[in-house]
């Protein structure tokens, strides 16, 4: 008898399940749904920064021929937003534009000249506004506010101090202080926003395409502003082309399209252009840290004490989760006994900000990172055994914020870079112009509270078991390309035992899968991971009973091999499709459900306000090592070689956790080496992928990628998020490394070749002057 | 209603077939071979020559279809990435990117297959610094491009293997 294994999916490199329709050309995106009754929608954009609407005139734009429905803000009187204490935001502004670029009016029409045209034809009255541009004008004295009751324009102040902090100052040996500046990043995704609405005068129902990440938040949102009941309403998300953050809440492109399509009373396709798609924003803020930290002459943390300012923009999309992420996450990674914080969200006529990939962490953890580096320096102790010494304790590995920390790979994530760049041999030892660099992150795996709070687990899954012996996967995550349909197929594959080839999945499409909050703070393979287990799990009992009725044995003595169901070792067994046939006796088609829900101690700190945001079911931990070189004449940068561990629990796909850390990490670079929105009184002059440098392949590096196990006890199968905390930590690394190979310390990102340049001669001509 | 404009009867070949179309003189390429022949795989990622998401091959070359008037295309042979898959086997290079995870959100794969594969058209064997010249003017913004190059080589060994066996 031949040995009858289940067969293991888990922890195989796994292509993506649906990488073959991406390759052929095959796979859809919003924009690729052209019905032939399709009109063509253009959005009319605000030509100032702030201002105050006294009249749209559409009367000539609605009486051009071909123009089916032109709308402004009167459409609806409904504002929408992520988070339900702060929805400001109106599809099309009404009485106040906010932003340069802010939609005022659309128009459908049948094809894109006669909608341009009308477009021009439209007349905007309106009277301006002081506008500001950073936080530091938005704040000052004397401002005119963006919003009401939003005091100098600052959206949120969070203050709070947690452990005896100026005690831990007295206690330090060596204190020091810095200001870093963060240039705001947007995502730049490769997929330009696009929604396709179909209204069906009819039945008064509306079906929405759209390039988003939480179809659910839109579909609430849609419901809310065209005021129609949720169930009359189907959303769906196509293939997504990237999202990192920049369709984690409903945009104004999907409502407006909808809005719209009702008002002509037919299908309507809005795809905006890049330069719209940089207008819509929601990147990563402009981030002022100011961060003072004690250490003992051992290197001990005694106290930090840090501030960060973050340029909001127009409206407060995630802002207020934003800041408190920025300071929540200061905790978990290193022990520190002693922390103050203060936090300020800045509303400024600038587009709105997101959650953009490593949300709210990435740059405080910069600033954090490198003054704990310049520190190590100045004490004469190795920078990587600094963090070392700093580590957190186990078994139970306490914060002061109180948060669930059960796996913590961080000491062989510094472990394994230490040996894969040869650390001890070559750091200080690089030579003139090269320089060696560490640092670290940590990520939550998905937020334990959610935005919504309904009651509802935060994940479900339905395995849906056909005659055929064919499972459907059915699920609400949204695959924008991560991976999570492979994933949550390889969950249920790995507890069932059978080939994935049995599975086929249908995701996101409000008709047919269960409801999910989406892809965003990974939450996604933990969360609909477990519960893609659960559902598993749930239909495997099932098999067994019915295995055990036709062997006529109890389900306990029912063994498992996936396509084999025996009772005994001696037993020829049931093959996977007589058992199917057996268990839709008398029942049918059977579809079992699963979910998943995080647990109250990982809710977060209740000693200050808002400490529920960075409360999380497991956090993964990433050190790096960044070699570079830099050209002593034009200071351009060179990053040679990138040392990756970042600890994901467990690797349900090596494959596609190799393809999230790589991802991270190059996005951290840009960040890092190039990228930056800029503004002109409000005016974006880097909407464009030539303007805004995101790396090409050229100056992009070998990345050596270092997987660590650390296996949480609740994870799916031990596993944690994979796709953000290695572009944290990708910052202060390469930062590390070019002040070791310069001998002085950027502090302002990006660190573009003109700075380094500057920095360079001003501490050449200081040495001199002290000379 | 649109004004009357200047049209062109445009004779060309699209991934093998022969068509004689009526197009206007300012419809791109891009929007020639998406909106009016259905050929959705080009992708159009930015307002025009940035991001090489709409690489197709004309005569064999790749270029951005987004910087190419339709009408201009008279007599050229037109490859999109519809066209690479054999009796719907995928090819070489497609089966890289899909086994090596050349691809994640897939919005840059059609450009950036063509534009390899227009590459090893001319050059068979390139080097991984030839590799990346020849992919320097499409952005991906999900793979770092580690995989993107492990893709390309892959299909390169494949290809190469098969040359010698036959």
Not at chain 1, 291 to 297: D, E, N, P, V
Not at chain 1, 513 to 530: I, L, W
């Amino acid at each position: 008898m031949n040995e009858i294994k289940p067969t293991k999916t888990i922890g195989v490199p796994t292509p993506l399940v649906d990488g073959p329709e991406k390759v052929a050309g095959k796979a859809q995106y919003s924009a690729d749904f052209m019905p032939s009754d399709c009109l063509i929608g253009r959005i009319f954009r605000s030509p100032v920064a702030h201002a105050e609407i006294i009249d749209v005139d559409i009367s000539a734009a609605q009486a051009l021929p071909g123009v089916k429905a032109v709308i402004t803000g009167d459409e609806t009187d409904e504002a929408y937003g992520i988070l339900p204490i702060a929805r400001f935001e109106y599809p099309l502004a009404r009485e106040k534009v906010r932003y340069k670029g802010e939609p005022v009016a659309c128009v459908a029409a049948i094809d894109v000249e006669t909608a341009q045209k009308a477009i021009d034809l439209i007349k905007f009255k309106y009277k301006e506004l002081p506008s500001y541009t950073t936080a530091q004008e938005a704040m000052a004295e004397g401002v005119v506010n963006i919003h009401d009751n939003r005091e100098r324009n600052i959206e949120r102040e969070v203050d709070y101090d947690l452990g005896e902090v100026d005690e831990g100052f007295e206690a330090a040996d060596l204190i020091m202080e810095e200001t870093f500046n963060c240039t705001e990043i947007a995502q730049a995704q490769m997929e330009p926003h696009a929604a396709i609405a179909e209204y069906d005068p009819t039945r008064d129902f509306m079906t929405v395409h759209a390039s988003t990440q939480v179809p659910y938040y839109g579909h609430l949102m849609l419901a809310k502003i065209l005021k129609m009941e949720e169930s009359q309403i189907r959303m769906i998300k196509p293939f997504v082309g990237g999202g990192f953050g920049c369709r984690t809440e409903c945009l104004n492109v999907e409502l407006i399209c909808a809005l719209v399509a009702r008002a002509a009373g037919g299908t309507v396709r809005i795809v905006v252009s890049r330069e719209e798609s940089f207008i819509t924003h929601r990147g990563r803020p402009e981030t002022d840290v100011e961060i003072k930290i004690g250490l003992t002459k051992d290197g001990m943390i005694t106290a930090v004490d840090f501030k960060a300012i973050q340029r909001g923009g127009a409206y407060s999309g995630y802002g207020i989760v934003t800041i408190l992420y920025a300071g929540g996450m200061m905790f978990g990674l290193y022990d520190l006994p002693a922390v103050r914080y203060k936090g300020f969200r800045v509303l400024t006529n600038t587009p709105p900000c997101g959650a953009m990939r490593g949300h709210g962490v990435t740059n405080v953890r910069y600033a954090f990172e490198s003054l704990l580096d310049k520190m190590a320096d100045e004490l004469g102790i190795d920078t990587l055994e600094i963090r070392r010494k700093n580590l957190l304790q186990g078994p139970k590995y306490e914060t002061l914020n109180e948060m669930f920390i059960n796996s913590y790979g961080l000491p062989e994530c510094l472990d394994w870079v230490e040996k894969a760049s040869d650390w001890k041999k070559r750091k200080g030892k690089m030579g003139p112009y090269k320089g060696l660099g560490i640092a670290c992150g940590h990520y939550p795996s998905g937020a334990s509270k959610p935005v919504n709070w309904s009651g509802e687990p935060h994940a479900t899954v339905h395995l849906k078991l056909d005659w055929d012996g064919s499972i459907t996967l059915l699920t609400g995550a949204p695959e924008i390309g991560q991976g999570s349909t492979t994933m949550a197929t390889q969950c249920a594959a790995e507890v069932l035992g059978v080939d994935m080839s049995r599975f086929q999945s249908l995701t996101s499409d409000s008709k047919f899968t269960p409801k999910d909050n989406g892809s965003y703070s990974s939450r996604v393979t933990y969360m609909v991971g477990n519960a893609s287990i659960d559902a598993a799990t749930n239909l495997k009992n099932i098999l067994i009973e019915a295995a055990a009725k036709k062997l006529e044995v109890k389900p306990e003595d029912v063994e498992c091999l996936g396509e084999v169901y025996r009772a005994g070792t001696q037993d020829e067994g049931l093959t996977f499709n007589e058992v199917v046939k057996e268990a839709l006796v008398g029942t049918g088609t059977i579809t079992a459900k699963g979910n998943f829900d995080t647990l109250p101690e990982s809710w977060g700190t209740k000693k200050y306000r808002g400490g529920a945001i960075s409360g999380s079911m497991a956090y993964a931990y990433a050190a790096q090592v960044v070699e570079v070189s830099i050209d002593p004449e034009t200071f351009e940068i060179t990053v040679e070689k990138v040392w990756a561990a970042q600890d994901v629990g467990k690797a349900l796909n090596p494959l596609a956790v190799e393809g999230q850390i790589e991802g991270s990490v190059w996005m951290g670079m840009g960040q890092a080496i190039s990228e930056g929105t800029e503004y002109v009184n409000g005016l974006g002059i880097t909407n464009s992928m030539l303007d805004y440098k995101v790396p090409t392949i050229i100056e992009s590096p070998p990345i050596e990628v270092g997987i660590i196990e650390s296996v949480d006890p609740h994870g799916p199968f031990g596993a944690k998020e994979a796709g953000e905390t290695s572009l944290v930590s990708f910052i202060p690394a390469f930062v590390s490394a070019v002040t070791d190979a310069l001998g002085v310390r950027p502090l302002d990102l990006p660190v573009t070749p003109d700075r380094l340049m500057e920095l360079v001669e001003n501490s050449t001509s200081n040495k001199e002057a002290a000379e | 209603m649109s004004e009357k404009r200047n049209k062109t009867l445009l004779h060309c070949t699209v991934n093998g077939k022969e068509r004689d179309d009526v197009v206007k003189d300012n419809l791109l390429l891009a929007d020639y071979l998406r909106e009016e022949i259905g050929l959705t795989g080009t992708k159009i990622g930015c307002d025009g020559g940035e991001c090489g998401c709409c690489t197709v091959l004309i005569d064999g070359v790749p270029q951005h279809a987004c910087l190419r008037l339709a009408a201009t295309c008279q007599e050229a042979e037109i490859e999109t990435i519809e066209a690479l898959a054999e009796q719907n086997r995928l090819s070489a290079l497609q089966r890289g990117f899909h086994e090596k995870l050349g691809t994640q959100c897939g919005f840059c794969t059609p450009g950036m297959i063509m534009a390899a594969e227009g590459m090893l058209r001319e050059n068979p064997n390139p080097s991984e610094d030839e590799i990346r010249q020849g992919l320097a003017a499409n952005l991906c913004r999900c793979t770092g491009y580690v995989k993107i190059i492990e893709a390309v080589q892959f299909a390169i060994d494949e290809l190469g293997s098969k040359g010698k066996a036959a």
